[in-house]
């Protein structure tokens, strides 16, 4: 790509992935969920260039480009690029003020590992061009035109808390989200003398996006059965434990189950803000494997290579608790480790797995962080 030859940003931003502490699958459904940034993130450096319609963006990554004209944005058959032009598409809607740059990409989130750098690349690249170009959209509206990019262009139908926490997140605490009306709390997060380590299976089963729209629409027919007998009923969110019982009779098996992990989930995350305000930690450990129970057993979002590394952390007193993070399929396990044992406990971890999937585990520390932000260098 010509450009890069005579590159010269006027501006870098950062976007980074996020954890969800507690509350899979709830923000599609209208729920409660705990996420927030991790250090590791998207670096967006741009420029504005001579032509008013004309785009190009590289991923220095992974050593590829593409070029955009801004009259004539289409769905591309290279799926990252759909997540680039989603985002395109979407500020077109609402601003015209938007003209030619140049961007480079470069990552340090490792793909698939369910940390979200899908919404690291959509809400960077929304932030970057707000601020080059001074479009003058605010935070909300970065967040959401990110979601709907992703629902249009990629065709995922996800909840809103990934775009929320990659721009919305502060350091050192988690996000109280209630994805139905918006509000939410900043709640410190002080886990010491206990740490936050990903353990990445390094498997990605494509079954994830294809997945997750089935789930979606699992619990939008069991939302739809039991409006029948209450019909004040708008989503899962107004659903408690008693009320799908007296319908169960009335549901399939399978969607029966995934209405009860939702609502158990978005119980958890209730009482999981409450033990991080208060420092209860073997509460919050037990309600990582209850989690990781239900995301298992009865969502099915699972897979054996999470399940292992879940056990495995079970056997071992320094740690806390544990769950597979991220829609599912894969990615990382959440662990919550004795500082004293972290090193130790990645050690027999990596062995156990290496020697039942001979795939050699990726691990390492993440921190509540800022969301997505300009670098000033």
Same mark, same amino acid.
């Given at each position: 790509m010509h450009f890069l030859k005579h590159f010269s940003p006027e501006l870098v931003v950062k976007s980074p992935g996020r954890i969800n502490l507690i509350g899979e699958h709830t923000d599609y459904n209208m729920g409660y969920v705990l996420p927030t940034a991790i250090e590791k993130n998207i670096k967006f450096s741009l420029q504005k260039n001579d032509s008013d319609h004309h785009c190009n963006v590289y991923s220095r990554t992974y050593d590829t480009g593409f070029e955009i004209d801004l009259n004539k944005i289409s769905v591309s058959r290279v799926e990252w690029e759909n997540y680039i032009l989603g985002v395109l598409y979407e500020i077109s809607k609402i601003s015209n003020e938007l003209g030619g740059f140049d961007c480079i990409v470069e990552s340090n989130l490792p793909t698939g590992s369910g940390l979200s750098s899908s919404a690291a690349l959509e809400c960077g690249l929304a932030f970057g061009l707000n601020e080059l170009f001074g479009l003058g959209l605010t935070k909300l509206q970065l967040v959401q035109l990110s979601q709907t990019a992703e629902h249009t262009y990629v065709g995922t139908q996800c909840g809103i808390m990934d775009q929320f926490a990659s721009v919305m997140s502060k350091a050192g605490h988690v996000i109280m989200l209630d994805c139905r009306s918006l509000k939410y709390d900043y709640i &410190? /997060?002080?886990?010491? &003398?206990?740490? /936050? =380590?990903?353990?990445? !299976?390094? %498997?990605?089963? #494509?079954? @994830?996006?294809? *997945?997750? #729209? !089935?789930?979606? *629409? *699992?619990? *939008?027919?069991? %939302? @739809? /059965? =039991?409006?029948?007998?209450? &019909?004040? %009923?708008?989503?899962?969110?107004d659903v408690n434990q008693s009320m799908l019982e007296e319908c169960k009779n009335n549901l399939s098996q399978k969607v029966y189950l995934r209405c009860k992990f939702i609502i158990a989930e978005n119980e958890r995350v209730i009482k999981m803000a409450k033990a991080l305000k208060e420092k209860d930690l073997p509460t919050l450990g037990g309600l990582l494997y209850e989690a990781h129970e239900g995301i298992s057993r009865q969502y099915e979002v699972s897979c054996k290579e999470s399940d292992f590394l879940v056990a495995f952390s079970k056997k071992n007193s320094n740690v806390l608790g544990a769950r597979q993070t991220g829609g599912g399929f894969g990615g990382c396990t959440l662990n919550i480790v004795h500082q004293d044992a972290v090193l130790e406990f990645i050690e027999s971890a990596s062995k156990s797995y290496k020697d039942k999937f001979g795939i050699q585990l990726e691990a390492f520390e993440v921190k509540p962080s800022g969301g997505t932000s300009i670098v000033v260098e």
């Open positions: &410190p /997060i002080d886990l010491f &003398p206990y740490r /936050i =380590i990903l353990l990445n !299976t390094k %498997v990605s089963h #494509n079954l @994830a996006s294809s *997945e997750y #729209n !089935t789930r979606k *629409e *699992e619990c *939008e027919q069991g %939302v @739809a /059965i =039991i409006r029948k007998q209450f &019909p004040q %009923v708008d989503s899962l969110r």
